[in-house]
């Protein structure tokens, strides 16, 4: 890098070895520089290497991942690569060659920290400097090649013309014949778009030097062009031999562009895409008109020859004197093109002061040797010094707004973003009159890069933002800056530290492509630093159904300071939004985007909201039917839709919007990604070991008093919600532990009701009416009896034995819970005599039976001990939900439901969940288990037959509804239950009641109502067609596809009900949209797949409530 | 006429199909019949349209011939892709995939529907059916089993083409996932001119809907004692698809609508097992 005042000259130099690796770990003493051949002091030498922090191997064809911020906070720098397409230099016919080499780099060789552009000669598409592959791969998609045909070419066909021409000209008249070939009148075998040939060359070289000098200010990154182009092919020489007359023109170019890429150590590596050539060409490329007049002109075949060796050669010398490499003549690009990255990642930086320092401008050769025999350098062949008037070159001016400081300015001419103060940003298009686009522009400092003084008792800092809107062709059509001067109490000052500072702007700008740049100060630590946000403001007129960008706001991020902030954006939220991407567990996260549907006629709208893992699970959905009188004027149809974060654990996540018009297509939809991360270190560590307990880490307990002090030790120490240690412990006990546990459990209660309950005896909870004499010492009693004095100490001893109980019934909730462990007796130890099994299966059959290790019992047990009633208590109320709705939802089931009914028999949730169950047991892959399955002598399964099941399940259903009329799930069940045993008509009025009160529901935005829409319209249709009432059928159906537009069942159902009517051909395509509907991995797409499970959706809401009840 | 059957579950059934008619609406100008006939279980060879008497509701029809060498056939292979064939049965299902693909002749085509509780079109109808083989390899199984759903999309895309539709579905276990009812797809297939086979392992849950299906469209279905034979099974299946008679006739002397009963049979040899489908659906 240059510096303008001291003359002081940097060489990159790439060394490699025999076999073109790269070579480590050389000395200053290995090389020699040369300038103009004499030889100079190195006296800057460095080994670098740029970390690649390669792109997560994607799966083929899988798109990465959409990013809706820009950050300047990227960790280790990555590098600077310009890709240059010369359409004026590739043939027509090659275009899609270009594209394809251009998307490989792009895709394979790029790493994540690195930084791309696209700048295409004739404007075609061009791409600031981005990370963004996508953005990339869109400008790469826009290149078509437009090379003038062969100079060569084209003068035998003048030439050819001109012949014709003269022979059909009148002759002199004497009859003689024609000679074969007549002189050429003077210029005319010249090659006609001799002019056009010259501007292209020039053009390309301007674009080449323009980019190189953008590259300039850019320190501590290697940078490089990559030049797609088949080379400047211009003939210096004419056929005369003689230099051309526009040859001068070229020639400078070529020179200026070398000059300025040496410059700025920018290399050049040239990529031909025209591959290995013969050195005539290719018959396709250069076919030799039939006559051969033109070697009287001095065109002939070796001149196709001589025009490829010239453009080759231009590839060649724009490489070799930058320090880059050509890759002409070969295919083998990927080998080109890993040689660049290497070249890139791992060179040496060289310095020195030349002896010869003088300011004149002129160019200085350049040689660099590594004294070692086989090792071969690559580097710049030399450089041009700068003028006399120093030839400081100035960042082009940015008009930015007023009054911004000259730092700021600075780094606002740049056009990517520099690190420094940490920043993010976010840029949301929305639709406003006149096509104009109202954008909401979100900054967030982060707190980390802000310091402050103290003023008194006050925390001060100076801060000052400046962003400018720059257009594709580099001019600025907005901007704004913006003042904080926050003097800060010590908490909010800690705040600050903690989550940053906001600033919520709007802009107003017209469709197009932009770029925001965006930079920022702050007076004390002096940090600053800036960030480019590529931002695209769709044409919203352009097509009958658009969508705006997603603002997002969390609960957590609603909390930080926003000095600056936009009303109408607030409004949209509620909250101001944020351009941070990262949420901790539990944050609730809100979205808002606008959907504008100028369709005909008016319609409904679903919307879709889905959070996938990204492992491609989904996590959450919600989809939403609006009426078109939701729609607005402006603003279309306004969504926001809450998304709680409190069941998904640390990972990165696609949030995916999507709008069906019921319609049919089109369809519109947004996506971005997020990222939770862990609350603290702790929970971070607690994170990555919840889901497995290791065997036998913790020591089992000695004696059975030993076991019961562990325990209680355990029920204290666990939190609630957690697989902490405690809960590790508990799971690993065998069922015969919690048998003889629950027994010292019970002592320990009677002991906290009454201190003088005689010890001698032990009551099996479970056999109340046969004590057995205790086994314990007079040295055990003792301890049992302090013990229970010591488990007394929080409150009253009433208090104390329901706290026991229900805390200890929590915790071994949470060993199974929240281990994600099934219901199975451990590895470590199993009972002498079972008593009670599981049953494993899959796929309707039996794949395995085990011993259960009773925790479900154990914890029930405690809860039927709580005081003074349990049927009145709350915890133990909740306790009952939870359970069955997490053992539903993951079919690990408790079997709890029957019993939950009779303790509780006024309450809808556990009577739906106890019909839910039945309805499950009643289910195919239910019955089909019960067919099949093999079990020890007098062991039940306990499954019903098919209809028995169905009107349990109905009894149920009733009962729910007799307690809550808008149960609605309760309804819908029951419709289909109706349904299934053969009442049709009484289901149809179930159903349709039920498709009523979800139609109002969904409008309002129920997460809940879209979801038992789509069942209560796919049990209507059903119903419908039952009844021979088709056209109601059809509708039903259509309207569940609307609402789930991925899910294959209601396609085949529409499919199967064409067939009915005899429209085959309906029914095929209605069975190749089912088939061709994108397949997401697991259930996810198709609500009817869980239709057995997804009553158990609010299990983790449900356990949080339990937890709560428990009070700290 | 007597029944020998080897194919211990074989029963009688009839085909239908409005040959060069777009749709099944319209008038029914030539019917199709695509009759399996045995003796002791073999295939009987050598038959020409003399040989055969067919009644349309009744009604004596003259029969012409198609011989079932010159048609193209379309193997569709629907294939049970859910967790209760993990393992060992999936590894034997997908060599007795690729020993069909080995055993078509050119012209024929292949495609490949798998279904767990999701139903995915992994190689449409293709003359290569290489691909269709390299599908097959790439199956890993997961989740329940929609073997109706799986069954229609296949019955409704062999429909769809011209040339002799055969769909074969594999499945081990019963239905736990589908949305539609079986007896409604079984309605389709019988509107349909597939064939449909089914291969399917022994289970104490029997199988009534493939059953019903294959009786529906003259196809049968094949169980297996143990999962090794399937190779050995779809091999046979085939043979006695390309073994069997396309008859052809313009109906004479009956409605243009409605159901019609077929009865074929073969002159002359009384120890023959005629298999046809029961009939077909004409008009609106």
């Given amino acids: 890098v240059f510096r303008t005042e001291v003359q002081h000259v940097e060489v990159d130099a790439f060394v490699t070895d025999a076999g073109g690796k790269a070579v480590a770990g050389l000395t200053r003493d290995d090389f020699q520089v040369f300038e103009e051949g004499v030889r100079q002091d190195i006296t800057v030498f460095a080994e670098v290497s740029v970390p690649l922090d390669r792109v997560d191997a994607a799966p083929d064809g899988a798109a990465p991942l959409p990013r809706d911020v820009a950050t300047n906070d990227e960790g280790v720098r990555g590098r600077l690569f310009a890709l240059v397409l010369d359409e004026l230099h590739t043939d027509a016919r090659r275009s899609g060659d270009v594209r394809r080499l251009a998307a490989q780099f792009i895709q394979r060789h790029l790493a994540r920290n690195d930084l791309a552009a696209i700048v295409s000669v004739g404007g075609s598409g061009t791409q600031g400097f981005t990370g963004d592959e996508r953005r990339l791969l869109e400008a790469v998609e826009r290149f078509t090649g437009r090379k003038l045909p062969s100079a060569t070419l084209e003068r035998l066909r003048t030439i050819e013309r001109q012949q014709d021409m003269l022979r059909s000209e009148p002759g002199p008249g004497d009859g003689r014949p024609r000679p074969e070939v007549i002189a050429p009148r003077p210029g005319l075998e010249r090659d006609p778009h001799d002019l056009e040939r010259v501007h292209a060359a020039r053009a390309s070289m301007e674009v080449l030097e323009r980019v190189a000098r953008g590259f300039g200010d850019v320190e501590g990154r290697r940078k490089a062009i990559l030049l797609f182009s088949e080379g400047i092919d211009y003939d210096t020489l004419d056929v005369m031999g003689a230099t051309q007359r526009n040859a001068s023109a070229v020639v400078a170019g070529v020179r200026d562009a070398i000059a300025v890429a040496t410059r700025h150590g920018v290399a050049v590596y040239t990529v031909d895409p025209r591959g290995p050539l013969s050195p005539v060409g290719s018959a396709e490329d250069m076919p030799m008109p039939a006559a051969t007049v033109g070697a009287d002109f001095g065109v002939d075949s070796r001149s196709f020859g001589r025009e490829l060796r010239i453009s080759q050669d231009s590839l060649r010398t724009l490489a070799e004197q930058t320090g880059g490499i050509a890759f002409v003549d070969t295919n083998d690009f990927t080998a080109a093109y890993e040689r660049i990255v290497r070249a890139s990642s791992r060179y040496y930086l060289l310095g020195y002061y030349p002896a010869d320092s003088r300011r004149d401008g002129a160019y200085r050769r350049l040689e660099v040797r590594v004294a070692r025999r086989g090792l071969a350098v690559v580097a710049r062949e030399g450089y041009v010094r700068p003028g006399p008037d120093g030839e400081k070159e100035e960042p082009p001016p940015v008009a930015a707004a007023a009054e911004t400081s000259p730092e700021l300015r600075a780094l606002l001419a740049s056009p990517w973003s520099q690190p420094g103060l940490p920043m993010a940003v976010n840029a949301a298009a929305f639709e406003e009159r006149d096509g104009e686009a109202a954008v909401a522009l979100t900054i967030e400092l982060a707190g980390k890069g802000l310091s402050f003084r103290q003023e008194e008792d006050r925390a001060a800092s100076d801060i000052e933002v400046s962003f400018v809107v720059v257009d594709a062709r580099g001019r600025v059509r907005a901007g704004d800056r913006l003042l904080a001067r926050p003097r ?539 009844l021979g009432r088709y056209d109601s059928a059809k509708a039903s159906y259509g309207r569940a596809a609307a609402l789930y537009p991925e899910a294959p069942s209601p396609r085949l159902a529409l499919s199967q009900l064409a067939l009915r009517g005899h429209d085959r051909a309906q029914a095929l395509s209605a069975v190749q949209a089912a088939l061709r509907l994108p397949a997401h991995p697991g259930d996810s797409a198709d609500p009817w797949w869980r239709y057995h499970v997804v009553q158990g959706r609010k299990a983790p809401s449900r356990l949080d409530e339990l937890y709560r009840s428990l009070g700290p | 006429m007597t029944r020998v059957g080897v194919l211990a579950v074989l029963v009688s059934a009839a085909a239908a199909r409005a040959a060069q008619t777009p749709t099944f609406s319209t008038t029914v100008q030539a019917v199709r019949v695509d009759v399996l006939v045995t003796e002791e279980g073999r295939p009987v060879a050598g038959l020409t349209p003399a040989d055969f008497e067919v009644r349309d509701n009744g009604v004596p029809q003259a029969v012409s011939f198609v011989s079932s060498e010159k048609l193209s056939l379309n193997v569709i292979l629907a294939l049970d892709a859910s967790e209760s064939v993990h393992g060992e049965p999936l590894e034997h299902l997908k060599s007795a995939g690729r020993a069909i693909l080995e055993r078509l002749q050119p012209g024929d085509r292949a495609a490949l529907i798998t279904f767990s509780h999701e139903v995915a079109l992994r190689q449409p109808l293709t003359p290569e059916v290489d691909r269709v083989g390299r599908e097959i390899g790439r199956i890993e199984p997961t989740g329940e089993t929609a073997v109706i759903d799986g069954t229609y999309a296949a019955v409704v895309l062999g429909d769809a083409d011209v040339g002799r539709d055969l769909v074969i579905v594999f499945s081990d276990g019963v239905d736990t996932a589908s949305w539609l009812p079986g007896e409604r797809v079984l309605d389709a297939a019988r509107r349909s001119d597939v064939v449909a086979y089914a291969v399917s392992v022994r289970n104490p849950d029997r199988p009534e809907f493939l059953r019903e299906l294959t009786r529906l469209t003259g196809g049968s279905v094949l169980e297996v004692d143990s999962t090794r034979d399937l190779g050995a099974a779809f091999v046979r299946l085939l043979q006695e698809f390309r073994q069997r008679y396309l008859l052809n006739y313009s109906p004479q002397g009956v409605s243009s609508e409605g159901w019609h009963e077929l009865k074929v049979a073969v002159k002359g040899r009384r120890r023959a097992t005629v298999t046809a489908r029961a009939g077909y659906a004409a008009g609106p």
């Fill in chain 1, 488 to 1026: 800060l109490s010590a908490p909010t000052r800690e705040l600050v530290g903690r989550s940053g500072l906001r600033f919520v702007q709007r802009v107003h700008l017209p469709p197009g492509r932009y770029q925001v740049r965006v930079a920022a100060r702050e007076s004390v630590g002096g940090q600053r630093g800036s960030v480019s946000y590529e931002l695209e403001v769709p044409d919203y007129r352009a097509g009958p159904l658009g969508m705006s960008g997603v603002l997002l706001a969390s609960r957590d991020a609603s909390r930080s300071l926003t000095p600056v902030v936009d009303e109408a954006v607030q409004d949209l939220l509620a909250a101001p939004p944020t351009a941070g991407r990262s949420f901790v567990v539990g944050d609730a996260v809100t979205a808002y985007t606008e959907v504008y549907d100028a369709l005909a006629p008016a319609h409904d709208l679903a919307i879709t909201t889905r959070v996938a893992s990204a492992d491609g699970r989904e996590v959450f959905r919600e989809a939403r039917l609006r009426p078109w009188s939701d729609r607005a004027e402006p603003g279309g149809f306004r969504h926001r839709v809450e998304i709680p974060l409190a069941g998904l654990g640390p990972g990165r996540y696609l949030l995916q919007i999507t709008a069906t018009p019921t319609l049919g297509e089109p369809t519109s939809s947004r996506e971005l990604t997020f990222d939770v991360v862990p609350a603290s270190p702790r929970d971070a560590a607690e994170a990555r070991h919840a889901p497995s307990f290791p065997a036998g880490s913790l020591p089992r307990p000695r004696s059975r008093i030993d076991r019961l002090e562990a325990w209680l030790a355990a029920v204290e120490r666990h939190e609630p919600g957690r697989a902490d240690a405690a809960a590790q412990m508990v799971r690993s006990w065998t069922p015969d532990d919690l048998q003889d546990l629950a027994a010292d459990v019970a002592l320990i209660a009677a002991l906290l009701r009454d201190p003088q309950y005689p010890v001698m005896w032990l009551v099996d909870p479970s056999r109340p009416g046969r004590p057995r004499r205790a086994p314990y010492t007079a040295d055990d009693e003792r301890r049992l009896r302090a013990l229970a004095s010591d488990a007394v100490k929080p409150c009253s001893p009433e208090c104390a034995r329901n706290r026991l109980l229900k805390r200890g019934a929590v915790l071994h909730t949470d060993a199974l819970v929240r281990g994600a462990a099934e219901e199975a007796a451990s590895p470590a130890g199993k009972a002498a005599n079972p008593a009670r099994f599981v049953i494993r299966f899959s796929d309707g059959q039996q794949s395995g039976m085990e011993e259960a290790a009773g925790h479900w019992e154990f914890a029930r047990t405690l809860l039927d001990n709580v005081a003074p009633n349990p049927t009145r208590d709350d915890t133990v109320r909740l306790w009952y939900v939870a359970v069955t709705a997490y053992g539903q939802l993951h079919e690990r089931h408790t079997r709890l439901e029957d019993r939950a009914v009779d303790l509780f028999p006024e309450d809808a949730d556990l009577l739906l969940l106890a019909g839910t169950f039945h309805e499950v047991l009643a289910s195919p892959r239910m019955q089909s288990l019960a067919r099949s399955v093999h079990l020890p002598a007098g062991v039940s399964h306990g499954i019903g037959d098919e209809r028995a099941e169905l009107r349990e399940a109905e009894k149920m259903y009733r009962r729910a509804l007799a307690v809550r009329t808008g149960l609605t799930e309760a309804r819908v069940r029951l419709g289909r239950v109706l349904q299934r045993l053969g009442r049709t008509e009484p289901a149809v009025r179930e159903l349709r009641q039920a498709a009523s009160d979800l139609s109002s529901r969904a409008a309002k935005a129920d997460a809940d109502g879209g979801l038992l829409l789509y069942y209560a319209e796919m049990f209507l249709g059903a119903a419908h067609e039952a």
